[in-house]
């Protein structure tokens, strides 16, 4: 996958993040995340690329990504997505999770939802299903687009100019540290998750469809 996406970022530069952020903002399968972690790294190694440039570039694609799926989601509506939403990932339990952390937290998912994948990808859409005021989304969209591009961004292109100028073994011993702390964190979103789901369902089904099957 990064050989794939540090070859896209060679050819099509800027477009390529965009492109990519743009579809996984929107709701479609894509690696939004990985390509502007890529993007960052290639800018730090190579000085082709501007990374401010890139984070501008990624933060406009992710705040119209997310847009353009609040549109659809407040148009065609629940029934649409009900039938169609387990092709694009969004199964029933996820879209019951959806409205209840947008009836609990709303504006707070719109800003933090950037920085877990479920989220990311289908936030546009539950909020305009769940009729969150346009005027608040796009408030908190564009604050959510800005902080995840540019610190991620930023992280990766700070990791990656420090990283060409590390000695070999502390090159790697950085690498496996990073390795382990973005799998701790994955491990730690799912159990969130998890958790989430087992509340929604509590709240939107009743207790009996919450608990664990024994």
């Known amino acids: 996958m990064i050989h794939h996406l540090s070859a896209l970022v060679a050819v099509y530069g800027y477009a390529a993040v965009f492109g990519l952020i743009f579809a996984e903002s ?52 629940l029934p649409l997505l009900t039938r169609f939403g387990g092709y694009i990932g969004l199964s029933a339990a996820r879209q019951r999770l ?21 989220l990311r990808a289908f936030e546009g859409i539950l909020a305009g299903v769940n009729r969150m005021p346009w005027r608040r989304f796009a408030l908190f969209n564009a604050l959510g687009a800005v902080a995840w591009t540019t610190s991620f961004g ?9 990283f060409i100028h590390l000695s070999r073994p502390i090159g790697l011993a950085a690498v496996v540290l990073v390795g382990l702390g973005l799998i701790v964190s994955i491990f730690y979103v799912r159990s969130q998750e998890e958790a989430l789901q087992r509340e929604a369902d509590a709240a939107l089904l009743g207790p009996t469809a919450a608990a664990p099957s024994p």
């Open 154 to 162: 930023l992280c990766a292109f700070i990791f990656g100019r420090a």
């Open 26 to 77: 929107l709701g479609v399968p894509a690696p939004g995340e990985g390509i502007l972690v890529v993007t960052a790294l290639f800018a730090a190694r190579t000085h082709r690329l501007d990374i401010a440039v890139v984070i501008a570039t990624a933060a406009l694609a992710a705040f119209l990504g997310t847009s353009l799926g609040y549109l659809l989601g407040r148009s065609a509506g």
């Open 98 to 118: 959806g409205q209840y952390l947008f009836l609990r937290h709303g504006a707070k998912i719109i800003f933090f939802g950037r920085f877990i994948a479920f």
